[in-house]
């Protein structure tokens, strides 16, 4: 059965800097899209990023979020640095088997994570 678990969400003030991991098990993720979305509350889920043979990044976070894998260890990382308070949300990570091109569409994914909560403070 394969289980995403994500970890590493915080409070942290403007400006700071959080890592957020997510270990994936019940196969093998080296060939999977790999990627994160997050929701604020009273919105609707959005996509952060996606790996997979690229990176991917939402307008709103490129040049301060980066994310990584170690696909030895199947996990994938999200270094987030010069946080906003706009970036406070939910976190999840998501899988999807193989390539997907509709990286951005958060219905396109197999497997969820049960989210980390993130909270930029001013």
């Known amino acids: 059965q394969v289980q995403l678990v994500e970890s590493g969400g915080g409070l942290v003030q403007v400006g700071g800097s959080l890592r957020l991991s997510c270990a994936a098990s019940?196969?093998?993720?080296?060939?999977?899209?790999m990627a994160w979305f997050r929701q604020a509350p009273g919105k609707e889920r959005e996509f952060v990023t996606a790996s997979m043979s690229n990176t991917y990044y939402a307008t709103s976070v490129k040049g301060r979020f980066t994310i990584s894998r170690d696909n030895a260890k199947n996990t994938v990382y999200l270094q987030m640095n010069s946080l906003k308070p706009e970036d406070t949300a939910v976190y999840y990570c998501?899988?999807?088997?193989?390539?997907?091109?509709?990286?951005?569409?958060?219905?396109?994914?197999?497997?969820w994570g049960q989210g980390t909560q993130v909270t930029v403070s001013s």
């Open positions: 019940g196969g093998s993720f080296s060939s999977a899209t």
């Open positions: 998501a899988a999807s088997r193989g390539r997907n091109y509709a990286y951005a569409t958060s219905g396109t994914y197999d497997y």
